[in-house]
C-alpha cells in the first residue's frame, strides 16, 4: 500500500514537497515513482528513482524537480520547486516489486498511491 501526502495549493514560483510511504508488504521494492495526470488527459511520468538512486526526469520538470528516496523508510519524495501553472495535476505515487515468495515463488507487483492534488496558481 502507498500512502501520498503533501499536495495542496501554491502561487507560481513556489515549492511543495511530495512524500509517498509504502506499508504492509514492502518486500523487494525497486523503482519508485511519481506520475501526473490533469482530467482528460494521460498519466504521464514525472520522475522515478531505482532502489540504487539512479533518477530520470521529465524534460518539462528537469532542473526544478527532485526525487529522492529513503530505503529505510520505504519512502519516496517529489522536492517540487519553481511550480508554473502547468504543473497543475493530481500526482500520484507508483512502486515496482520483485521478490520470491515464502513458497518460492517469484512474484512482481506494480503499486499505485491514492493521489495528491496540487495546484499552481499564477
Known amino acids: 500500500q502507498l500512502q501520498a501526502s503533501g499536495g495542496g495549493s501554491v502561487q507560481a514560483g513556489g515549492s511543495l514537497r511530495l512524500s509517498c510511504a509504502a506499508s504492509?508488504?514492502?518486500?523487494?521494492?525497486?523503482?519508485m515513482g511519481w506520475y501526473r495526470q490533469d482530467p482528460g488527459k494521460q498519466r504521464e511520468l514525472v520522475a522515478s528513482i531505482s532502489s540504487g538512486g539512479s533518477t530520470n526526469y521529465a524534460d518539462s520538470v528537469r532542473g526544478r524537480f527532485t526525487i529522492s528516496r529513503d530505503n529505510a523508510k520505504n519512502t519516496v519524495y517529489l522536492q517540487m520547486n519553481s511550480l508554473k501553472p502547468e504543473d497543475t495535476a493530481v500526482y500520484y505515487c507508483?512502486?515496482?516489486?520483485?521478490?520470491?515468495?515464502?513458497?518460492?515463488?517469484?512474484?512482481?507487483?506494480?503499486?499505485w498511491g491514492q493521489g495528491t492534488l496540487v495546484t499552481v496558481s499564477s
Open positions: 504492509g508488504n514492502t518486500r523487494g521494492i525497486r523503482a
Open positions: 507508483n512502486a515496482d516489486q520483485v521478490y520470491m515468495d515464502d513458497s518460492g515463488s517469484f512474484v512482481a507487483l506494480n503499486a
